[in-house]
């Protein structure tokens, strides 16, 4: 019996190094949505600063749409940035923006300065509405069907690579089953 309790830190031991073998050979970019396959979160959101309308569920009703949770202090959000505009010059897709977790009129300065992508965006300062879409850092991409389901997560920037490959065919066999 001693025996036994000799071997068992190595036996744990083992079960951990298997447990992250495991885990390292996962995407991190990859994250699961809960979300997927289930409505968008029901929420109306104000306007930011310099902007007449805020963003609601409501808004994007009927209609392919592409969700963008991003924040003037994210990095990575401006990395994104540029494609977002290239995207809203040349696709058929409403592009909707949530500000998240930011200083009045931060938000705005930046989009003045970068562009505005977005046909509409909200305020969520206190983070409410990212929490219901399950965001867990900026930028965070959800692409939602006619339907007002959430049919696909892109945790981090979108890249040229990542529209072409990824996002834009699931956007384009959507918008075809809207039809």
Same mark, same amino acid.
């Given at each position: 019996?001693?025996?036994?309790?000799?071997?068992?830190?190595?036996?744990?031991?083992?079960?951990?190094?298997? !447990?992250?073998?495991?885990?390292?050979?996962?995407?991190?970019?990859?994250?699961?949505?809960?979300?997927?396959?289930?409505?968008?979160?029901?929420?109306?959101?104000?306007?930011?600063?310099?902007?007449?309308?805020?963003?609601?569920?409501?808004?994007?009703?009927?209609?392919?749409?592409?969700?963008?949770?991003?924040?003037? =202090?994210?990095?990575?959000?401006?990395?994104?940035?540029?494609?977002?505009?290239?995207?809203?010059?040349?696709?058929?897709?409403?592009?909707?923006?949530?500000? !998240?977790?930011?200083?009045?009129?931060?938000?705005?300065? =930046?989009?003045?300065?970068?562009?505005?992508?977005?046909?509409?965006?909200?305020?969520?300062?206190?983070?409410?509405?990212?929490?219901?879409?399950?965001?867990?850092?900026?930028?965070?991409?959800?692409?939602?069907?006619?339907?007002?389901?959430?049919?696909?997560?892109?945790?981090?920037?979108?890249?040229?690579?990542? =529209?072409?490959?990824?996002?834009?065919?699931?956007?384009?066999?959507?918008?075809?089953?809207?039809?």
């Amino acid at each position: 019996m001693n025996r036994l309790f000799l071997y068992l830190p190595l036996l744990v031991f083992a079960f951990v190094a298997v !447990w992250f073998a495991v885990g390292l050979r996962q995407d991190p970019a990859r994250i699961p949505s809960v979300l997927i396959d289930k409505p968008m979160p029901e929420f109306s959101l104000p306007a930011i600063e310099g902007h007449e309308n805020g963003f609601s569920s409501d808004a994007i009703a009927g209609r392919v749409a592409l969700v963008n949770v991003f924040a003037s =202090w994210c990095i990575p959000c401006a990395i994104e940035h540029p494609q977002l505009m290239e995207i809203a010059a040349a696709e058929d897709i409403v592009i909707a923006g949530i500000n !998240w977790k930011e200083k009045p009129g931060d938000g705005a300065a =930046w989009l003045r300065r970068l562009g505005d992508p977005y046909d509409y965006i909200g305020d969520d300062a206190d983070g409410r509405v990212a929490i219901d879409f399950g965001v867990t850092g900026a930028p965070e991409t959800f692409i939602v069907d006619h339907n007002g389901r959430i049919r696909y997560k892109q945790v981090g920037p979108i890249t040229e690579q990542i =529209w072409t490959q990824d996002i834009k065919p699931v956007v384009r066999q959507l918008q075809a089953e809207a039809k």
